[in-house]
């Protein structure tokens, strides 16, 4: 097994850390069948990445053991981003190598610099990946790790853009979905909602991201069990918002 390192991670504030703790906790609620779970948006850029990376730091905080696999194949922002570092020499293979029958699933899985966080790196990307996805050497892999893992969490594509989140999610047992505030139009989330439910795959809960929140809005978070969280560390705080309640179930759509 290789090692790879996550040189950055934007600092969350205790709002953004507490929001985190409460998905992840949701999550734990969810049942024993439920290992696999995908993380998808309805367009690029709504933190999903984020969310993701930030999901896996907390579940080996509090002890667990969880992957993450990088499926965006066609356009992934984990490496550069949270700037993974590779050891020297290694040849740097992932998931599209395994897919393309280049690697095996021990080739492709990764130690991370976080006690019991492994990762599966994107490998190279393509610009078209669907029939690799839609292989069985997929769900074989999320097979294998779920059998070594408390958790496997699935970095998917946006599903408003192309098909390859629902051909991902029949390989999962839940999907969240994570929606950017005042980003995303009603029929968009509507859309990508029917198209994930086609798959089979339940929808646990989304994820309310980027939400911008005042002194009012935080005494909620205390009061009334409203969870908020920096987004990515920008100047202007944004914020994430659950909206899966006990069992990760609340709100299903």
């Given at each position: 097994?290789?090692?790879?390192?996550?040189?950055?991670f934007p600092n969350?504030?205790?709002?953004?850390?507490?929001?985190?703790?409460?998905?992840?906790?949701?999550?734990?609620?969810?049942?024993?069948?439920?290992?696999?779970?995908?993380?998808?948006?309805?367009?690029?850029?709504?933190?999903?990445?984020?969310?993701?990376?930030?999901?896996?730091?907390?579940?080996?905080?509090?002890?667990?053991?969880?992957?993450?696999?990088?499926?965006?194949?066609?356009?992934?922002?984990?490496?550069?981003?949270?700037?993974?570092?590779?050891?020297?020499?290694?040849?740097?293979?992932?998931?599209?190598?395994?897919?393309?029958?280049?690697?095996?699933?021990?080739?492709?899985?990764?130690?991370?610099?976080?006690p019991g966080a492994?990762?599966?790196?994107?490998?190279?990307?393509?610009?078209?990946?669907?029939?690799?996805?839609?292989?069985?050497?997929?769900?074989?892999?999320?097979?294998?790790?779920?059998?070594?893992?408390?958790?496997?969490?699935?970095?998917?594509?946006?599903?408003?853009?192309?098909?390859?989140?629902?051909?991902?999610?029949?390989?999962?047992?839940?999907?969240?979905?994570?929606?950017?505030?005042?980003?995303?139009?009603?029929?968009?989330?509507?859309?990508?909602?029917?198209?994930?439910?086609?798959?089979?795959?339940?929808?646990?809960?989304?994820?309310?991201?980027?939400?911008?929140?005042?002194?009012?809005?935080?005494k909620k978070y205390?009061?009334?069990?409203?969870?908020?969280?920096?987004?990515?560390?920008?100047?202007?705080?944004?914020?994430?918002?659950?909206?899966?309640?006990?069992?990760?179930?609340?709100?299903?759509?």
């Amino acid at each position: 097994m290789n090692d790879v390192t996550i040189a950055r991670f934007p600092n969350l504030s205790y709002a953004g850390a507490e929001a985190i703790n409460t998905l992840c906790t949701n999550l734990s609620f969810s049942g024993e069948g439920t290992k696999k779970v995908m993380l998808t948006s309805c367009q690029a850029s709504e933190g999903k990445s984020f969310i993701s990376m930030n999901i896996m730091r907390t579940l080996s905080k509090l002890g667990k053991k969880v992957a993450l696999v990088d499926a965006d194949i066609r356009r992934s922002m984990i490496n550069s981003r949270f700037g993974l570092q590779y050891e020297a020499g290694s040849e740097r293979r992932g998931l599209s190598h395994l897919l393309a029958r280049m690697a095996s699933e021990e080739d492709v899985l990764y130690r991370t610099n976080l006690p019991g966080a492994y990762m599966v790196p994107v490998g190279r990307e393509l610009s078209n990946p669907l029939p690799l996805l839609s292989s069985p050497r997929f769900g074989r892999l999320l097979d294998w790790l779920a059998g070594r893992m408390d958790c496997v969490l699935v970095d998917a594509p946006p599903v408003g853009a192309v098909i390859d989140a629902a051909e991902i999610a029949k390989s999962c047992d839940g999907i969240l979905i994570v929606v950017a505030y005042n980003s995303v139009r009603r029929k968009e989330l509507a859309d990508a909602v029917q198209q994930l439910r086609q798959t089979g795959c339940p929808i646990l809960g989304t994820v309310l991201n980027r939400v911008e929140f005042d002194s009012y809005m935080s005494k909620k978070y205390y009061y009334k069990s409203h969870y908020y969280g920096n987004y990515e560390g920008e100047e202007k705080p944004g914020a994430a918002q659950s909206s899966a309640g006990k069992g990760a179930r609340t709100r299903k759509k």
